[in-house]
Nanobody, 122 residues
């Protein structure tokens, strides 16, 4: 199993910035993808941004140009840099990791962080 520890949520005024972090840890695991999803009140959880182990990034259309997903590969930590925040970005943000045990043919697994709340005021 992979443990995901998130931090960095909070309250910010529209137009401001926040940076979330997610540190992954686990024994003998190979992480193929990490990323961020969010769930606003009354809505389903949806993609924000992901990054594969090879460095390929994918962003939701609504955050392109405002959010980026840097990482520190050595520490298995991904960040979500959120700039020019809008009230519509208000949600609980969840870190996600897709991983397998580092043996040939191992099945993929998925784990989630506990969530961190982001509130953007107008």
């Amino acid at each position: 199993q992979v443990q995901l520890v998130e931090s960095g949520g909070g309250l910010v005024q529209g137009g401001g910035s926040l940076r979330l972090s997610c540190a992954a840890s686990g024994d003998n695991v190979c992480i193929s993808r990490m990323g961020w999803y969010r769930q606003a009140p009354g809505k389903e959880r949806g993609l924000v941004a992901t990054m594969t182990s090879g460095g390929t990034r994918n962003y939701a259309a609504s955050v392109v140009g405002r959010f980026t997903i840097p990482r520190d590969k050595a520490s298995n930590t991904v960040f979500l840099q959120m700039d020019n925040l809008e009230p519509e970005d208000t949600a609980v943000y969840y870190c996600n990791a897709v991983w397998s045990f580092c043996v040939r043919g191992a099945n993929a697994h998925e784990d989630w962080g506990q969530g961190t709340e982001v509130t953007v005021t107008s």
